[in-house]
C-alpha cells in the first residue's frame, strides 16, 4: 500500500472527530496486516474506486459508538438503534469523504460507496489478500481503529493522465 494514502485518512478522521463530537485525537502505533479483520463490535465499511481503489474499515467498540453518536447529536443514546447506526455511519462517510479530497488533491482521484455498517464482533472480513495497514486512533470515548486497504488503480491513474485538459472555446 502506498504510505501517501494514511495522512489523508489520519488528517480526516482527527478533524472529523474533533468537530463533530469535540473528542481529541492521538494516532496509536502503525501495523501491516495480511489476514482477514475481525471485526469489533461497529464496523464501517466503506470502498473506494478510482485512482485509489480498495476498502477502509472503522472499527469500535459499542460503547465508543454510542459516546460518540451521543456528543454528536448533543443528546445520550443508549442503545445502537436506527438513528445513532445511522449516526456512526455517518461519522465513517464524513472521514472517507474528506480523505478522498485530500488524496484527489494529489492526484489520487476516488469515489466513495456508501457506508455499511457490521454490528457484533468477531465477524470475519477479508480485504481478498490486500494487505491492510491498522492505524489505532485513541480518545477519551475509546479506540477507534481504522484499517486501509488500498492500492493504486495504475489503469486509471494512467488514463486520467492521458486525458487532455480541456481549452475554453474561442468566441
Known sequence: MNVNFLNPFVTAARDVLKMETGVTVDRGDLKLDLTPHFTEEVTVVIALIGCVEGVVFYSMRASMALQLVSRMMGEKMETLDSLAQSGIAEIGNVITGRAATRLAETGFEANISPPSLVMGKDAT?????????????????????????????RTTSRQAADIPTPTKPEM
Open 125 to 153: 472480513l477479508s480485504t481478498m489478500g490486500l494487505p491492510r495497514l491498522i492505524v489505532p486512533l485513541e480518545t477519551e470515548c475509546g479506540t477507534m481503529t481504522i484499517h486501509l486497504a488500498l492500492r493504486e488503480n
